[in-house]
T-cell receptor
Framework: DAGVTQSPTHLIKTRGQQVTLRCSPKSGHDTVSWYQQALGQGPQFIFQYYEEEERQRGNFPDRFSGHQFPNYSSELNVNALLLGDSALYLC???????????FGPGTRLTVT | AQSVTQPDIHITVSEGASLELRCNYSYGATPYLFWYVQSPGQGLQLLLKYFSGDTLVQGIKGFEAEFKRSQSSFNLRKPSVHWSDAAEYFCAVDFGNEKLTFGTGTRLTIIP
């Protein structure tokens, strides 16, 4: 049973560029949440997708957007990258918007 | 405001010694409580969770946690730590809104 997978593992971008991160949920899960973890900090909630819609959002600007596909996989897009966007981006999946979330290994984004 | 506090940034214990990591949260009602572990450069692994019922919950890798409503606490314990337990530990809380609020983490170092 495959767990949550994310791609790519690492990414280096320049300020002002745009980036897309991808996530495939655990088998049987239909809800995907994205978190940003800055160095030395706990993860911060970005947004959650369920039934291909953004269900709720944390305190992140509109530069952060996402999408969920019919197969429940999800993308996180960040436009106009800033140095402060450098972080580990974690995807978590759950079932029926349930409370038990399983995390992927993350994508390490470095903005230079 | 909803918040999670892990007062210990870094804890060092000897291998074989007991461990207790502290977690407190702010809220009125009983939330859903979780402990996750993160090894360097890795995603988060769920150690255990509390939704309701028995306030002492057992998790993986020999960990347990106790929910104390009167103290708004959910402390993680292990009777005897192993060198492989060295990692970052995060307490997370779902305040009934299907997203996780994390503490800032406790880094655990094990000395031989």
């Amino acid at each position: 049973d495959a767990g949550v997978t994310q791609s790519p593992t690492h990414l280096i971008k320049t300020r002002g560029q745009q980036v897309t991160l991808r996530c495939s949920p655990k088998s049987g899960h239909d809800t995907v949440s994205w978190y940003q973890q800055a160095l030395g900090q706990g993860p911060q909630f970005i947004f959650q997708y369920y039934e291909e819609e953004e269900r709720q959002r944390g305190n992140f600007p509109d530069r952060f957007s996402g999408h969920q596909f019919p197969n429940y996989s999800s993308e996180l897009n960040v436009n106009a990258l800033l140095l402060g966007d450098s972080a580990l981006y974690l995807c978590a999946s759950s079932k029926d918007r349930g409370y038990e979330q399983y995390f992927g290994p993350g994508t390490r984004l470095t903005v230079t | 405001a909803q918040s999670v506090t892990q007062p210990d940034i870094h804890i060092t214990v000897s291998e074989g010694a007991s461990l207790e990591l502290r977690c407190n949260y702010s809220y009125g009602a009983t939330p859903y409580l979780f402990w996750y572990v993160q090894s360097p450069g890795q995603g988060l692994q769920l150690l255990l969770k509390y939704f309701s019922g028995d306030t002492l919950v057992q998790g993986i890798k020999g960990f347990e946690a106790e929910f104390k409503r009167s103290q708004s606490s959910f402390n993680l314990r292990k009777p005897s730590v192993h060198w492989s337990d060295a990692a970052e530990y995060f307490c997370a809380v779902d305040f009934g809104n299907e997203k996780l609020t994390f503490g800032t983490g406790t880094r655990l170092t094990i000395i031989p």
